[in-house]
């Protein structure tokens, strides 16, 4: 008899197919009624679950009694109560390294939509306001020779630091839990605390996990280290940031301007952030490509597959859970 697997999030028939190669596959239709209740309903039957963006932990799987792994379709985990998973011997698996570059390729896009102000002029031009030459009221900054301060020099802040240095001559900074010798060797990156980065960076870009070691780690004090001329770039998790403090800061002029492609609560219908200029908005698209998103999807499957299959999968996130 076939394992059967749920999926929490949208995958595409050629994804189905794939796993029906092994698998039972149950997909909740929005046309047949609520979403949410028909993963609950099919959860006791589920051998493996896969999907991103839905929170999982001791109340949403109390019901999922023969859930061997949870494949996320994502590098970010911290929807999942990963002590609950141990505890319950359910592998946990995610999806690091393809979404690398297309992620740096969209902090960078906001390094320079933020700096030379595109969002902005692009609506101030719709608008019909370009009557004359523009003038220091549609100014941005430059970037290239700027410092690039980032907070987490894993692998996508490697690859967002590449792009500085290498296209933009930009001098590299970088803070975290440890020095890259062979970044610091290969960019001339320079390892500094965050006090010191936030106070040397013409852009802060943050590209660390959320824990409750990062949760706010960029509040008031820290923004008012920062020049009064950077720009903040977040491409890791909203609540990194507490978004009050950084709203006040842009208001105030304690910062020129922000990126944001994440945010304390998402999605997000209405904000402050909306009011003002001198912040991109974007609706947490780091990896949204069709060929990354794609890769993830079949990354995600590759690693499902493997596990309920009795092997170990490549991306797992817990160890102690593989009873192979």
């Known amino acids: 008899m076939k394992k059967t697997v ?8 050629a994804m189905v197919e794939r796993l029906e190669a092994h698998f039972d596959v149950i997909v909740p239709n929005p046309k047949a009624g609520d979403i949410a209740a028909q993963f609950n309903e099919a959860l006791p039957k589920a051998h493996g679950l896969i999907g991103a963006g839905r929170p ?41 390294d393809v979404l690398t570059q297309s992620t740096a390729d969209l902090a960078f896009a906001l390094i320079m939509s933020s700096a030379r ?18 003038g220091p009221d549609q100014f941005g900054t430059d970037v290239y020779g700027k410092t690039l301060g980032i907070v987490g020099l894993g692998n ?5 630091a590449r792009r500085g240095r290498l296209g933009f001559d930009m001098p590299i900074l970088y803070s975290g839990n440890s020095r890259k010798p062979e970044l610091e060797q290969e960019l ?12 040397e960076a013409d852009f802060v870009c943050l590209v660390v996990p959320l824990s409750d070691k990062t949760r706010h780690m960029i509040g008031t004090a820290e ?21 009050a403090a950084l709203v006040q800061a842009l208001r105030d002029g ?50 499902l597959t493997a596990a309920l299959l009795g092997k ?13």
């Open 223 to 243: 923004l008012a280290q920062m020049k009064k001329s950077a720009i903040l770039v977040n491409i890791s998790r909203g609540p990194v940031v507490d978004e």
């Open 254 to 303: 304690t910062l020129r301007g922000a990126g944001l492609d994440v945010y304390e609560k998402e999605p997000l219908a209405e904000s402050p952030l909306f009011q003002l200029g001198n912040v991109v908005t974007l609706p947490h698209i780091g990896s949204a490509t069709a060929q990354t998103r794609d890769a993830m999807a079949y990354r995600a499957i590759d690693n």
């Open 6 to 13: 749920l999926a929490f999030s949208r995958i595409t028939p």
């Open 156 to 160: 996508i802040g490697a690859a967002v």
């Open 188 to 199: 001339g990156a320079q390892f500094r605390s965050l006090e010191q980065l936030l106070a």
């Open 56 to 96: 999982l932990g001791r109340k949403q799987l109390a019901d999922a009694a023969n859930l061997e792994v949870v494949s996320s379709v994502s590098v970010g985990y911290d929807n999942y109560d990963v002590s609950y998973f141990d505890e319950r011997g359910i592998m946990l698996t995610n999806t690091p």
């Open 117 to 134: 102000r595109v969002a902005e002029l692009d609506a101030w031009t719709k608008a019909g306001n370009w009557k004359a030459s523009v």
């Open 312 to 324: 170990r999968p490549q991306d797992l996130v817990n160890p102690q859970a593989f009873k192979g």
